[in-house]
């Protein structure tokens, strides 16, 4: 059973920054493409930033790039979510996932997710 365990999230001032993990086991980690999704209350599921299998190529949603960096390290089966300068319209669950095949932007194309971890930025 493939578990994705998410860590990181947490309540921080707007302008603040929170760093976010995602551990895969068990996993052939460098395999997959991974993605990191949120969902606001009420809002629908959306993509904010994914990474190729190997590292190399990073994908980020408009809003956040420039604040936010995907990062991973294959040896440690961990996918990486960096966030600065957060705004209040950040504020939602966060999801890792990951993916062997197909456009790293389409969540439902993902296999595995983990259960989120909440993001909080106040005013």
């Known amino acids: 059973q493939v578990q994705l365990v998410e860590s990181g999230g947490g309540l921080v001032q707007a302008g603040g920054s929170l760093a976010l993990s995602c551990v895969a086991s068990p996993l052939t980690f460098n395999n997959y493409k991974m993605g990191w999704f949120r969902q606001a209350p009420g809002k629908e599921r959306e993509f904010v930033a994914a990474i190729t299998a190997s590292g190399e190529t990073m994908y980020y949603t408009d809003s956040v790039k420039g604040r936010f960096m995907i990062s991973r390290d294959n040896a440690a089966n961990t996918l990486y979510l960096q966030m600065h300068s957060l705004k209040p319209e950040d504020t939602a669950i966060y999801y890792c996932?990951?993916?062997?095949?197909?456009?790293?932007?389409?969540?439902?194309?993902?296999?595995?997710w983990g259960q989120g971890t909440q993001v909080t930025v106040t005013s």
């Open positions: 996932a990951s993916r062997l095949f197909g456009s790293v932007y389409e969540g439902d194309g993902y296999d595995f």
